[in-house]
């Protein structure tokens, strides 16, 4: 079994903050900043490469690829008090015996956790490892979409997981996502993948969208959507300004899960 990653500490979680806002960080202004070493922030660096987090360049680092994520056990670890938060609020706007799709992401993975105590649920996913943390309640109806399994992370793809998830109407569908441009365009890495998530937009009642901070801003390859496809979105921070005008425009229902007391 492959270990994971450990945790993010409080300043590397600071350093990819700050990464996102200015997309390149200069290791003489991290120094300064936290006031260490230079030699401790490189090691932060090192280890956010490593990760696949940061790409490092001269005098700093910077934001890694827009046409390759993370790794999922990076992301596993990565902002996960956050997503945790913001699953614990989707499931307090999830009522029992709802249908629900789910689609592939880590942030998805912690709603399903999250999930697990509510009673009569029917969940669609094309996320084995939803349909594994789930299929636990006996309550539950768990269906799993056919397709391709994609061995790093366990999600499904493919024109037959298109087919499948358009059989379907459900009540809600809760999607995770890679980046939020600042136009409002919804952004993901995989072609196949996202064509399922926009079948999923199209056969839900409701979408939630489900996004820690470090998604607005984030480039990606491909665009799922634009954000006024969405009903609802969880956060653990308010968003950019841009972000925040187009969600008061399109009237769409901001959740924040903070530390302490919640905004909705």
């Known amino acids: 079994m492959t270990p994971h990653p450990p945790a993010l500490t409080p300043r590397q ?3 990819m903050e700050l990464a996102q806002q200015q997309k390149f960080v200069a290791t ?7 006031d260490v070493t230079p030699q401790t922030i490189r090691r932060d660096i090192n280890e956010l490469c490593a990760l696949g987090l940061l790409r490092r360049y001269h005098g700093g680092a910077g934001l890694a690829s827009s046409v390759e994520n993370v790794d999922y056990q990076a992301r596993q670890v990565l902002c996960l008090e956050e997503k945790r938060r913001i699953a614990a609020l989707v499931a307090r706007n999830i009522p029992d015996r709802a249908s629900i799709f789910i689609n592939i992401g880590t942030t998805t993975e912690e709603v399903a956790k999250a ?22 309640n006996p309550s ?10 994609r061995p790093r992370d366990g999600g499904i793809i493919g024109e037959a997981t298109i087919d499948f998830i358009r059989q379907f109407k459900v009540d809600y569908g809760i999607i995770g996502i890679s980046g939020i441009d600042r136009d409002g365009s919804l952004l993901d890495y995989d072609y196949r993948e996202v064509k399922v998530a926009q079948a999923i937009i199209e056969n839900s009642r409701r979408i939630f969208l489900v996004a820690d901070h470090t998604k607005f801003g984030r480039s990606a390859l491909v665009r799922v959507n634009r954000i006024d496809a969405i009903d609802a979105l969880f956060t653990d921070a308010p968003p950019p300004r ?7 425009r399109e009237k769409i ?12």
């Open 253 to 264: 229902a901001l959740h924040v899960a903070g530390g302490g007391a919640e905004e909705e």
């Open 13 to 15: 979680q600071q350093i």
């Open 242 to 248: 841009e972000i925040a005008a187009l969600l008061a």
């Open 115 to 136: 999930l697990r105590d509510h009673e009569g649920l029917r969940v669609i996913t094309n996320n084995l490892h939803v349909a594994a943390l789930l299929s636990a």
């Open 28 to 34: 003489e202004d991290l120094v300064k900043a936290f």
């Open 140 to 149: 539950f109806e768990i269906t799993i979409a056919g397709g391709i399994v």
